[in-house]
């Protein structure tokens, strides 16, 4: 992994696929980020796809150059757009990273570039991290505008005023354009942006780092430390880890599609040569756990209808946080499985809805039925006719949340691994109840009507997959999918685990 920095030009040896972009904040320099870079850069998963850059500007609390002046946020943000369009060039995606002040900065660029018609240069960016940056301003910089610091006249902290004008809109634009955006346009762009707090944090409180933005935390350390890891297991160092994997898995954002001359839009089907209908599979892919006793775990890919597994004993299935599932003649995981384990006539006629019924009964045992339960709640059923097929368990996950008013679904990204977290202790305690089971098959969660990329959906699944594993290697994995593409990238990304896991044990 190289580091460059604004100065740094690209030359030599093979670009990795993606590049981070370190942005400082106020009074600071790209030094700040350097136990941060130690730490990322002996983790293979990160070092592996990701060079490092640092984009560094001016910024001291005074100049009495008479030939300088202080750029302010307009001026750096511009700058900012030269460096990544020069220096990012090559990559097909790029994060963005900031720390305070860098927050800003970061936020009048994409500003800058939607106000311009720019927006679809900004697809690549798949990710912008914020720690501690003032985006409701910072009360402790207005007590020091009533002292010191008004002698300076420095125009990059006036904007750290609460309620500073300029700053608002920006947000307003980048919240509308870049945030809520449905699709790419000249003057939006979908990119998720992410807000990290200090929990001690006394220059830029949690909720003026959290601002008007969705998606939200928050880490251990004051405004300083925050980013500042104390080790390989630091909280900073997992949080970025995971941001960086989840912007290689982010989908790139599409043009919006002309109107069909149809009553309403629907989901295009896959094309028919993408879709398997007979059973493939393929492993074992071993895989190191990373645990003290070097364990590897055998992977197993099955592509065809979900109904042709066979010798796995459970077998997890992506619901909706009612724990409803799908009707039986529905193409998802959920309505296939539902259908598959049902007792049926010689002629197809349903006799006995062995999942759906049993589903029900547990939800009536925990006062749950018709009402919604938490993201990443699991419940067992018994496998009914799948049992023929060497198929002990279903176990029905909740990840989907219905939205009130519509036909659609939204996933929040922690039920997932919450979920896996749960089969396994669901998975454990039946197995203290005298089941025999040692293969676990999951579903994409989230991927499906939840909306979420593939890839978005396998590292969501993979990390606390691995954490499991790592304390319990007893296990095969299995995953399952009916389309060709996905069986072939998550066939690649498993590669891609074996080799980065092969190099940490």
């Not at 190289?2 to 030094?31: E, I």
């Not at 999942?355 to 009536?364: K, N, P, S, Y």
């Not at 067992?380 to 219905?402: C, D, E, F, W």
Request: with cysteine; net charge neutral.
């Amino acid at each position: 992994m190289r580091t460059l920095s604004y100065r740094a030009s690209v030359s030599g040896g093979d670009l990795r696929q993606a590049a981070v972009v370190f942005v400082h904040g106020l009074f600071s320099s790209p030094t700040t980020w350097t136990p941060l870079q130690r730490e990322m850069s002996e983790i293979p998963a990160v070092s592996d796809e990701y060079d490092f850059l640092f984009f560094e500007y001016a910024t001291r609390p005074v100049t009495w150059n008479p030939l300088r002046r202080m750029p302010d946020l307009d001026t750096i943000a511009e700058s900012l757009r030269g460096f990544i369009g020069d220096l990012t060039a090559g990559y097909g995606r790029v994060a963005l990273v900031t720390h305070s002040q860098g927050g800003l900065v970061a936020q009048r660029y994409l500003s800058r570039m939607l106000l311009a018609g720019r927006g679809r240069e900004l697809a690549k960016i798949r990710r912008l991290v914020m720690f501690a940056c003032p985006n409701n301003g910072s009360d402790l910089f207005l007590l020091a505008r009533r002292g010191l610091i008004p002698m300076t006249r420095n125009s990059q902290e006036r904007e750290l005023k609460p309620l500073q004008t300029s700053v608002l809109e920006t947000q307003r634009r980048v919240i509308d354009g870049i945030v809520r955006a449905p699709e790419l346009a000249h003057d939006r762009c979908p990119i998720p942006i992410v807000a990290y707090a200090g929990e001690s944090d006394n220059v830029v409180v949690p909720s003026s780092a959290a601002g008007f933005f969705p998606e939200t935390g928050v880490l251990p350390g004051d405004h300083f430390s925050v980013i500042k890891p104390s080790g390989p297991d630091s909280r900073i160092v997992h949080a970025v880890r995971k941001e960086l994997a989840r912007a290689l898995a982010e989908p790139f954002p599409a043009e919006p599609q002309p109107e069909a001359d149809i009553p309403h839009r629907r989901r295009p089907a896959h094309p028919a040569a993408d879709v398997l209908t007979e059973r493939e599979v393929a492993g074992p892919i071993d895989v190191p756990t990373g645990g003290p006793d070097g364990h590897a775990i055998p992977f197993y890919l099955h592509g065809g209808p979900v109904e042709q597994l066979r010798n796995v004993d459970v077998v997890v299935s992506s619901e909706n946080t009612y724990l409803q599932m799908s009707q039986f003649f529905k193409p998802s995981t959920s309505g296939s499985l539902r259908r598959a384990a049902a007792e049926k006539s010689g002629g197809g006629q349903i006799l006995e809805d062995v999942a759906g019924d049993h589903l029900a009964t547990w939800l009536r045992s925990h006062g749950s039925y018709g009402l919604p339960v938490p993201g990443g709640t699991v419940a067992p059923t018994p496998a009914g006719a799948l049992s023929k097929r060497n198929v002990q368990r279903i176990y029905h996950a909740a990840i989907a949340a219905p939205v009130a008013g519509t036909n659609n679904y939204a996933v929040d990204p922690q039920s997932i691994p919450r979920a896996v977290h749960h089969t396994f202790d669901l998975a454990r305690q039946e197995r203290e109840d005298g089941l025999t089971l040692s293969s676990i098959c999951f579903p994409l969660f989230g991927a499906g009507r939840g909306g979420m990329s593939v890839l978005e959906s396998f590292e969501l699944i993979w990390e606390p997959l691995m954490s499991e594993l790592a304390e319990d290697p007893s296990w095969s994995i299995h995953f399952t999918t009916r389309r060709k593409t996905i069986f072939d990238l998550l066939h690649e990304r498993l590669l891609v685990k074996q080799r980065a896991h092969g190099r940490t044990t």
